[in-house]
C-alpha cells in the first residue's frame, strides 16, 4: 500500500472500530476535547461531476432517471445502490476509483428510489427493475454502448445479477455483487420488518438524520454519512404527529445525557419538550421510501440469485463484509474459481460508504 493509500485509508475510516449494537465506542463520538463532530449535509458536487435526468420510454409513459456521472473516458462502472438508499451513497467511493484509474462511473436512482421519477414507482420487481438498466444504458449510449462494468450493493447486486443473466447491456464486462447472498439475505427476510419498525420515522433536520445513521451504525463512515443520506430522506408534506420526533429524540438520548451535563443539568425531559415543540414548527424529514411496503418483491429478488450470479458467463467478483454471509452454492462456486471474493472485515452492511477506498 502505497503512502498516499494509506493517507487516504486512515483519512477516510471511522477513527475507531465499531462496538456491538451498533453505537460507535466511546459515546461522546468527539473529534477533540469539548468539538462534536459535524453533521451537516455536503451536496452532490463535491463527489459528481455532473447530475442529469435520462428519460426513458416506457408503455405508460415516460419515466426520468436520475443519475450522477464522473469521468470522460475509459469503461463505465453502472452503480447500482441498495434498497432505501440512493445513487449518493456511491459519492465517497467515486471519487476514490475516479482518482485510482481511467474510467467512468453512472451511479443511478433505481425507481422508487431518490429523485428519479417513474409512473409505476410501487413496481419494484426484478424483472422491472433489470428493464429499467437496459433501458438506460441504451438512452444513455444507443446501439453501441462502450464496455460497462455493473456493480450492485444489496438489492442493487441483486438487479445488476438479474440485468446481466438477461443480457439487457450488451457490452457488459464484468460483474460486482457488494455484501448480498442469498442465503443471508432469505434468512434475513424475516427479521427485515421489525428492524425497519425500528427506526425513527421522521428526523426534525438532515443534520439529525445523518447523526442517527452514524450512531445507529448503519452508515459507519461520517464522510459518505453526510452526502448519502440526503438521498434518503425527504421533507414531509404538513407537520407531523407528536409521536415522529419522540422516536428520533430516544433514539440519541446518549448524546442528550452528555449534553446535560455541559448545560448545568438541563433536564433530559425539558429538551424532548423543546424538540418536540421545534418539530411540529417545522416540516420534519421522512424516509423517500417506505421499504416495509415493498415486501412482495423480497422473494423476487434474492430466491435462486447464487445460482444466477454463478451461470453469468462475465468475470465475476463477490465483495463481503464478512465470510460468514456465504451461502453453500457460493462456497462451492468460490472453491471452483467461479469468481473473485474478497472479504472486508470491519465494516457494516454499506461496505462502499464504510470503506470506499478498500472497495
Keep these: 500500500m502505497s503512502t498516499l493509500e494509506k493517507q487516504l485509508h486512515m483519512g477516510r475510516l471511522p477513527p475507531r472500530p465499531p462496538v456491538p449494537g451498533g453505537l460507535q465506542s466511546g459515546s461522546k463520538m468527539r473529534m477533540g476535547p469539548g468539538r462534536k463532530r459535524d453533521f451537516s449535509p455536503v451536496p452532490w458536487s463535491q463527489y459528481f461531476e455532473s447530475m442529469e435526468d435520462v428519460v426513458v420510454e416506457s408503455e405508460t409513459g415516460k419515466d426520468s432517471f436520475r443519475i450522477y456521472k464522473s469521468g470522460s473516458e475509459g469503461p463505465v462502472l453502472l452503480l447500482l445502490h441498495g434498497g432505501g438508499h440512493s445513487a449518493l451513497s456511491w459519492a465517497v467511493f467515486t471519487t476514490a476509483i475516479i482518482g485510482r484509474i481511467q474510467c467512468r462511473v453512472v451511479a443511478l436512482d433505481q425507481r422508487g428510489h431518490g429523485e428519479t421519477k417513474v409512473k409505476n414507482p410501487e413496481d419494484l420487481s426484478a424483472e422491472t427493475m433489470a428493464r429499467d438498466i437496459g433501458n438506460v444504458v441504451e438512452a444513455l449510449y444507443g446501439d453501441l454502448p462502450p464496455p460497462i462494468m455493473l456493480i450492485g450493493h444489496s438489492m442493487g447486486g441483486a438487479i445488476a445479477v438479474h440485468t446481466a443473466a438477461a443480457n439487457l447491456i450488451p ?78 429524540v430516544e433514539g440519541i438520548i446518549e448524546e442528550e445525557e452528555e ?101
Excluded at 272 to 285: A, G
Design 171 to 248: 457490452s457488459l464486462l464484468g460483474l460486482c455483487m457488494i455484501d448480498v447472498v442469498e442465503g443471508t439475505a432469505m434468512d434475513a427476510l424475516n427479521s427485515m420488518q421489525n428492524f425497519l419498525r425500528s427506526r425513527p420515522k421522521t428526523f426534525k433536520s438532515l443534520e439529525n438524520a445523518i447523526e442517527w445513521s452514524v450512531k445507529s451504525g448503519q452508515i459507519r463512515n461520517l464522510d459518505s454519512a453526510r452526502v448519502s443520506m440526503v438521498g434518503q430522506v425527504k421533507q414531509c408534506e404538513e407537520a407531523t404527529s407528536p409521536e415522529g420526533p419522540k422516536a428520533l
Design 259 to 359: 449534553d446535560e451535563e455541559e448545560n448545568g443539568g438541563q433536564s433530559i425531559n425539558k429538551r424532548k419538550k423543546e424538540d418536540d415543540t421545534e418539530t411540529k414548527k417545522e416540516r420534519p424529514y421522512t424516509w423517500r421510501i417506505e421499504l416495509s411496503k415493498t415486501e412482495k418483491y423480497w422473494d423476487g429478488w434474492f430466491r435462486g440469485l447464487s445460482n444466477l450470479f454463478l451461470s453469468c458467463s462475465i468475470p465475476k467478483q463477490l465483495l463481503l463484509a464478512g465470510v460468514d454471509r456465504l451461502d453453500k452454492d457460493l462456497t462451492i462456486g468460490q472453491m471452483q474459481g467461479k469468481f473473485q471474493m474478497q472479504v472486508l472485515p470491519q465494516c457494516g452492511h454499506a461496505v462502499h460508504e464504510d470503506a470506499p477506498d478498500k472497495v
